[in-house]
């Protein structure tokens, strides 16, 4: 595939892509000219140019609706149309998010909805729609962690329990909202080591503890058999639990972190709930949390102020701020078109559907899982959540990597696993399928995988060199961050003047 | 309805090929005394079911597609060309995740690195990530960079009152852990009054351009007191306006933040939006969220990368000082092919035809018994109208007439209560300003 040349580099002076109108008033007087800028350097292209442009480097890019997308931690489930049209209906789409309470009802029910649907799910007393993203979730419960803390008169609880298997944002989250990881190894098993748990818990350390912070399924895609354990350990020594629910595919109708003591956690609306990814987002960070931290929630938070008065008639919505609430972390309401996605998909399911989803999800990860395990070595080998980890290395081919194997796997037609995550297995790649593929296509996969198993023994330059058949090769990455160019050139030239 | 594609025969042969009888089987990790719970939610509908639900949601709401709107304050109602949303709606971009596998990401990459190269270009700055949350939340991020930059040891911030009410108080909420003193934005002080405060402890001071009054403040001499101690000069700007007026870099900005809102991604009732977030090239390694550099695959060939990684959360973990992960890609994308069709003079009339439409509006309410207009600040497309009567008994009265009326400001600055900042946009057309002045004309106290 040829290069597409930058849209600055299509330009020609004197073009434009859009019609405007006329102005319609009489033309006020001007400012002054020392307020005027004289110079902008954008692009200049007509309506077609614009659309071929884009277009055309559309087709460079990999998505769900062109093949299958196995990357673990992700959750790239197919993103139902319906969904798309949803959020655009006018009445969301052009809605002020300043417009009054009383001409914003129909938006207030979507979230106040959601809002039930996602504490139905995980177990928990109340949930917010509010952070923008799952690190942004992360963030606000930490907040909450913190400020609960204070409250009760212990502000020296701040360190936070993290597992060396978490995502790499929670214990930068831990850090951003001021507090202090202490890091906790996992066992032999994949598990939480129960044992240096409970020594921290029991330990000194013990009346500085705000909290822990754990993903379940863990990022091995394991159940935490200990998992009641490491709550009441926790919750023994004053600290609250806070879960990463990146992976609540797998968990729908299967427990509800609520019941299991969980204080509070985020949803990945973007994840679970299919709301698309769009290249690395938006996102909504939902978060569901145990009564005694109600108060702590974020601002604004939706609620019924009036119930209805009868079964005709529709209750009043509003936002409130909560008691105590940590503030607010964003401007307006969270992003809301996410809220109308994720609405709609949970609609298509109902209570059941979700638990369906969950089982499939896992069935199908359990199913990969099997296949490949005598051709690739599984370090955890036993049933699997919705994603599971195996190693990208062959005794006896020391060239091939993990990365290398995702690389062949590109010229096979699929997008490649995560790689090099959870940190604590070498030359990890974490394979998610997620319930919307076919066995079909599980069973291409898989052979594929085998083959490129093969191909490392009798050819392994052909995964080195990998990959063969995109638009470009792989990428001198070094120079790109010692030869900073993060702009195009006509930009950098006007800087340089 | 269900997107899941088994079959019976296909569930038998996976759980042969596991090894397992039933699917339950994989769940015994999980404590038996809490599996498999019930779910007390309605029941699936089909698509042409959700499709009419969701609709009368819809139009249960007061919005742009039945009333004139004049209300800004942090989110405009701009037009949209066409073409952007046949973009968004490509499978290829919505349906495609963060770019970390750069060889089949290069359509999401491309878009990016013009992105970023169209915003260096409106703010004048030389380095633009790939977006943040929203505009507040870039304004957050950006005290961490300040705060790092003065080293960790100057603790004042300083904020204009001048800057939207959400935003200083999301700042508030990003920084309570990290005992700062965050100052500045009593609601009466003005710009001479923070520059005071200014001191060898500031790491930041702050201005909205143009400010929530939709007013341009004289900075002529500003950029030079904040350095002048030291200090970062941030600005939060509107992206419209800065095709028209002096980029912020004209006035020493070493940060420019904003909500990139306006610039094709629609109202949405407050989301998603895209914040963005450029700065000097000094302060590049600084800054958080994802950036995308050019470089070369093995072929020689011209490509691209997100680069800077080690700065990021997934590889600096607790070291790196913001968490940020999924940020606003999608809406960047967006920003990117508006600015593409709008282009150089496309821009620049958008901001002429804001500009002459609100001063026209201005002009008219102005003649009218009961309102006043604040004249003391050249202003952009929004501006400050003292009412006679309480906002809300005007903006109730506009409602009838079909149209959304102004920011109430008493909500946030005391001082001005019965003051309404209208915001009119290249949208609403002479007869809409018109109608909106006789409504306001027959507002009795």
């Not at chain 1, 998505?63 to 149309?81: E, Q, R, V």
Request: aromatic share 8%.
């Amino acid at each position: 595939m040829s290069a597409e040349p930058t849209i600055y580099e299509i330009s020609q002076a004197g073009r434009i892509g859009v019609n405007l109108p006329k102005l319609d008033v009489p033309e006020s007087e001007k400012l002054p000219a020392d307020l005027l800028r004289d110079e902008l350097t954008m692009p200049e292209v007509s309506e077609l140019e614009v659309v071929r442009h884009f277009v055309r480097l559309s087709q460079k890019n990999y998505s769900i609706d062109k093949g299958f997308y196995p990357l673990g931690s992700c959750t790239m489930k197919y993103n139902p149309k319906i969904n798309e049209d949803v959020a655009r209906y006018a009445g969301f789409a052009s809605l002020h998010p300043l417009t009054d309470e009383s001409g914003s009802q129909g938006a207030l029910a979507v979230m106040w909805q959601l809002q039930e649907w996602l504490r139905e799910v995980s177990g928990f007393d109340a949930a917010s729609l509010h952070p923008a993203a799952g690190a942004h979730g992360e963030f606000a419960g930490i907040l909450m962690i913190r400020k609960y803390h204070i409250e009760h008169g212990e502000p020296q609880r701040t360190k936070i329990l993290v597992p060396n298997s978490a995502h790499g944002t929670n214990p930068a989250t831990v850090t951003m909202a001021g507090l202090s990881v202490i890091d906790l190894p996992s066992d032999k098993n994949g598990d939480v080591d129960l044992g240096a748990l409970l020594a921290i818990c029991e330990g000194p350390e013990k009346e500085n503890i705000a909290g822990m912070m754990i993903t379940v399924p863990n990022t091995l895609g394991l159940f935490e058999r200990g998992i009641i354990k490491i709550v009441e350990t926790v919750h023994a020594a004053g600290g609250l639990m806070y879960m990463d629910g990146a992976n609540m595919n797998a968990l729908m109708g299967i427990v509800k972190p609520g019941e299991l003591g969980f204080d509070v956690m985020h949803y990945n609306l973007h994840k679970t709930f299919s709301t698309p990814h769009g290249g690395g987002g938006p996102g909504c960070g939902a978060i569901g949390v145990a009564a005694r931290l109600i108060p702590f929630l974020p601002t604004p938070h939706v609620v019924i102020k009036e119930e209805a008065k009868d079964a005709d008639d529709a209750p009043l919505y509003g936002f409130i701020t909560p008691e105590k609430s940590i503030g607010r972390l964003k401007a307006f309401h969270g992003n809301f078109g996410m809220h109308t996605r994720a609405y709609a998909y949970i609609r298509a399911y109902g209570g059941d559907g979700l638990h369906e989803v969950s089982r499939h999800a896992v069935l199908n990860a359990n199913y990969i899982r099997a296949q490949l395990s005598s051709t690739y070595h599984v370090p955890y080998d036993r049933p699997c959540g919705h994603e599971f980890v195996l190693e990208g290395h062959f005794e006896g081919v020391e060239s091939v990597h993990a990365l290398d194997i995702s690389k062949r796997l590109m010229d096979y037609g699929y997008h490649p696993p995560t790689n090099y995550f959870p940190l604590i297995v070498p030359e990890a790649l974490l394979i998610e399928p997620t319930e919307t593929e076919t066995k079909e296509t599980l069973d291409q996969f898989i052979d594929a995988m085998k083959k490129i198993a093969q191909e490392a023994k009798e050819t392994p330059e052909l995964l080195t060199g990998a990959p063969h058949v995109t638009p470009v090769s792989r990428l001198d990455e070094v120079r790109a961050a010692k030869q900073l160019v993060l702009c195009c050139a006509p930009v950098l030239a006007e800087h340089e003047n | 309805m269900s997107y899941i594609p088994h079959t019976e025969q296909d569930r038998q042969q996976m759980l042969a090929a596991i090894g397992v009888t039933t699917i339950e089987d994989l769940f015994d990790a999980v404590p038996p005394s809490h599996r498999f719970p019930k779910l007390k939610m309605p029941e699936a509908l089909s698509e042409m079911e959700i499709a009419s639900e969701m609709q009368a949601l819809a139009e249960a709401n007061d919005h742009a597609g039945n009333y004139a709107i004049f209300r800004g304050a942090g989110a405009y109602h701009h037009f949209t060309p066409s073409v952007v949303n046949h973009i968004l709606l490509r499978g290829e971009y919505y349906t495609a995740y963060t770019p970390y596998q750069p060889e089949l990401s290069q359509g999401t990459l491309q878009a990016v690195f013009e992105y970023q190269s169209m915003m260096c270009a409106l703010t004048g700055m030389d380095a633009a990530n790939a977006s943040h949350y929203d505009g507040a939340t870039s304004l957050a991020e950006a005290v961490t960079v300040a705060l790092d930059a003065g080293r960790m040891k100057r603790k004042k911030v300083i904020l204009s009152p001048g800057i939207h009410p959400q935003y200083r108080e999301v700042v508030r909420t990003y920084h309570q852990g990290r005992g700062l003193e965050i100052v500045g934005d009593a609601p009466t002080n003005s710009l001479a009054q923070i520059v005071d405060l200014l001191d060898t402890n500031t790491a930041m001071l702050a201005i909205q351009y143009p400010n929530f009054f939709g007013q341009i403040e004289d900075l002529k001499t500003l950029a030079q007191k904040v350095h002048a101690v030291g200090a970062l000069l941030v600005f939060v700007a509107n992206p419209v306006s800065l095709a028209l007026l002096k980029s912020p870099a004209d006035y020493g900005a070493d940060i420019v933040v904003g909500e990139g809102q306006p610039l094709g991604v629609g109202l949405g009732f407050g989301g998603p939006y895209v914040g963005f977030f450029g700065v000097r090239s000094e302060y590049v390694r600084k800054i958080a969220g994802r950036i995308v550099g050019e470089t070369v695959d093995m072929d020689g060939r011209k490509a691209y990368v997100m680069t800077l990684r080690p700065r990021e959360q997934d590889i600096k973990r607790e070291r790196a000082s913001s968490n940020i992960c999924t940020n606003q890609g999608l809406m960047a994308l967006a920003a990117c092919v508006h600015m593409s069709l709008m282009g150089k003079n496309g821009l620049k009339k958008v901001a002429e035809l804001c500009y002459h439409k609100a001063h026209y509006a201005a002009e008219q309410i102005e003649k009218l018994q009961n309102y006043s207009i604040d004249w003391s600040l050249p202003f952009f497309n929004e501006f400050v109208v003292k009412c006679a009567v309480p906002v809300e008994k005007i903006n109730a009265a506009l409602l009838e007439e079909g149209i959304i009326g102004g920011y109430d400001l008493g909500r946030d600055y005391p001082h001005l209560k019965d003051h309404m900042l209208i915001a009119v946009t290249e949208t609403n057309s002479r007869a809409e300003i018109d109608a909106l002045v006789e409504v306001l004309g027959k507002v009795q106290a």
